[in-house]
C-alpha cells in the first residue's frame, strides 16, 4: 500500500504514487504474481493508463463503475 499527502489543490500524481507502491513488492513477486491496483476516479487519467500499458508485461483490465445514489 502506498499513499502520498498533497495539498488539496494538487492534480492526480498516480503515477508516483502506483510506482511506489509497486517498488515495495520484491521483483521475484512482482513479476510473477498479479497485482490488483484500486484508484477513485483519478485512475482514469491519460497518464496513468500510458504509464500501465507502458510498464505491465502482461494483460490489465480497467473496470468503472458509477454510484447512482
Not at 520484491?26 to 510473477?32: I, L
Amino acid at each position: 500500500m502506498s499513499g502520498l499527502l498533497r495539498p488539496g489543490n494538487a492534480g492526480a500524481n498516480t503515477v508516483a504514487v502506483l510506482d511506489q507502491a509497486l517498488a515495495q513488492i520484491p521483483d521475484a513477486h512482482r513479476h510473477s504474481t498479479d497485482i490488483l491496483m484500486r484508484t477513485d476516479s483519478a485512475g482514469s487519467a491519460k497518464a496513468l493508463l500510458t504509464h500501465l500499458r507502458a510498464c505491465v508485461t502482461t494483460a490489465f483490465t480497467c473496470v468503472s463503475r458509477s454510484d447512482t445514489r
